[in-house]
């Protein structure tokens, strides 16, 4: 089984979709796919319902997420650590004991624009607009991961 974890800092807005996206381009009994937040403050809550909705127009159902927090333990259960940003980069990495474990983290969108250090924009205090460009550049990531990974 491999393991990939999607992270942001709400784990409401991107990351949710992210895991959402991904699992429905893997097969998922050898891929699993989850996400997590670097902040705490909406644990337990359902994703963002602007994300819901987007996802939702693209046939995806995002609804059965919960929020949780990133942990220094989820090094050890994941292959893989796709990050949304520069931010959640630092955040993570912070939290690795080793140089393997830091090897496991990537900004998402290095597969799409490899070298270029581009983040997946935060969406939450911006419109509709926000989560359909979110959602599009999340997609292309994904379609890259799904193919690497079916190899
Ligand atoms: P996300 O967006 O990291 O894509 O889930 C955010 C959601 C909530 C907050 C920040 C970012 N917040 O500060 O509550």
Not at 15 to 37: H, Q, Y
Not at 68 to 82: A, M, W
Not at 120 to 126: A, H, N, T
């Amino acid at each position: 089984m491999t393991k990939v974890l999607m992270v942001c800092l709400g784990n409401i807005c991107r990351s949710p979709l992210a895991e959402g996206i991904l699992k429905s381009k893997v097969d998922t009994s050898k891929v699993t796919v989850e996400s997590a937040g670097t902040g705490g403050w909406h644990v337990g809550s359902l994703p963002d319902p602007r994300s819901i909705e987007i996802a939702k127009k693209n046939g995806i159902d995002i609804t059965n997420q919960r929020g949780r927090k990133f942990s220094t333990y989820d090094f050890e259960t994941y292959d893989y650590i796709f990050v949304m940003d520069n931010s959640n980069y630092h955040d993570v990495i912070k939290l690795a004991n080793t140089q393997e474990e830091q090897d496991k983290v990537q900004l998402l969108l290095e597969e799409i624009f490899p070298g270029e250090n581009v983040d997946v924009p935060d969406p939450y205090y911006g419109g509709t607009l926000g989560f359909e460009n979110v959602f599009q550049m999340i997609e292309e990531a994904c379609d890259k991961i799904a193919e690497r990974l079916q190899h």
